[in-house]
């Protein structure tokens, strides 16, 4: 499965392959803040299988947090991705997607640090916190 899609301008496109697991609304305060949303909704996707197709000139990088760098316009802002260097997949940016990616979301997570004004009131589970890096998550369960 391909996916593909792009910024608001247009500037912009990307293709991706097929996710590689489950699509989650983020509550945590840098997502909401970078998205200005209530929550944003990703999913992963193989580095390899990710590609700029056009306007990667347009492309900027932003560190949230150390070694995580989110991808975004630099003339509409649209955030179409993020990744954690190093690791073999990378997050996708749902809302800019131009195609179905084929799965529902899945969970709402980091919801122990959801906007106060925002009621979850989806049938989904609810997460307290979330997926930290990949290596963390590794070292942690070794």
Known sequence: ???????????????AGALTGPIGHCH??????????????VGRTSREGFRWVRGQEHVRAFES??????HFCC????HMMAEWDG??????????????????????????????????????????QGRTRPEAQRESSA
């Open 1 to 15: 499965m391909k996916l593909e899609g792009g910024c608001l301008c247009g500037d912009v496109r990307y293709e």
């Open 65 to 70: 947090s150390p070694g995580k760098f989110r």
């Open 87 to 128: 690791e073999p997949e990378v997050i996708l940016r749902l809302g800019t997607l131009d195609t179905d990616p084929g799965a529902r979301p899945a969970a709402h997570v980091w919801t122990d640090l959801k906007a106060d004004w925002y009621e979850i009131d989806a049938k989904l589970p609810q997460i307290p």
């Open 28 to 41: 945590c305060p840098t997502c909401r803040k970078a998205h200005g949303s209530a929550f944003s909704t």
């Open 75 to 78: 003339n509409c802002g649209s």
